[in-house]
């Protein structure tokens, strides 16, 4: 088994090496080693998978580490982890939250722009921008490289307009810190 620094450094190669990486969403680690058998080069979690897998509409930050650890040790390939909103809106809060869980052996991590409380979910631009800052602040803190991944388009970006307008957003998450920048494109 590679450990998690080789995992890191096979997952950092392989986000250089490709204009798009694909990987698949493994909501368990029974599904990990189906995944890692078949096709993939690398794993994601799923929060909304664990949720669905524990019949649930939303998942603790504590549930979405313990399942991103299971995961990651039941696999070979490096594991990116779907971190949701990290359990806190203030940037300075999850950062705190995140170093005070054990490390569940993932070597990227991914940050929701989006919260469940009112009508527009999701967060100010500026506000995703803090929150950027911190994740990177607190991967950076880590012993072991980790890719901080940032959501760039939580909805829908269909339309040239649309798109430009997320375009110059990934490039203030950039500008943040951000490793890896992408669009969670929904029609």
């Not at 399942?67 to 203030?90: M, Y």
């Not at 070597?107 to 631009?125: T, W």
Request: hydrophobic share 40%.
């Amino acid at each position: 088994m590679r450990s998690q620094i080789e995992k890191a450094e096979a997952f950092r190669a392989l986000q250089y090496a490709a204009r798009r990486l694909y990987h698949s969403q493994s909501w368990d680690a029974g599904t990990t080693k189906l995944l890692a058998a078949m096709v993939s080069r690398a794993l994601a979690t799923t929060s909304l998978g664990l949720a669905n897998t524990l019949g649930s509409a939303t998942v603790s930050l504590d549930a979405i580490i313990e399942n991103c650890r299971a995961i990651a040790q039941a696999t070979d390939l490096p594991v990116n982890a779907d971190l949701e909103n990290c359990g806190a809106d203030d940037p300075k809060t999850r950062q705190r939250r995140l170093h005070a869980r054990p490390k569940p052996g993932v070597v990227g991590g991914s940050i929701e722009d989006v919260h469940r409380r009112s009508q527009s979910p999701i967060y100010e631009f500026a506000r995703r921008v803090e929150r950027v800052h911190a994740a990177v602040e607190a991967a950076r803190a880590l012993a072991v490289p980790v890719s901080t991944l940032t959501r760039a388009a939580p909805k829908s970006s269909v339309g040239p307009q649309r798109s430009r307008r997320h375009i110059s957003g990934c490039r203030r998450f950039e500008a943040a810190g951000a490793d890896v920048l992408y669009f969670a494109r929904r029609a």
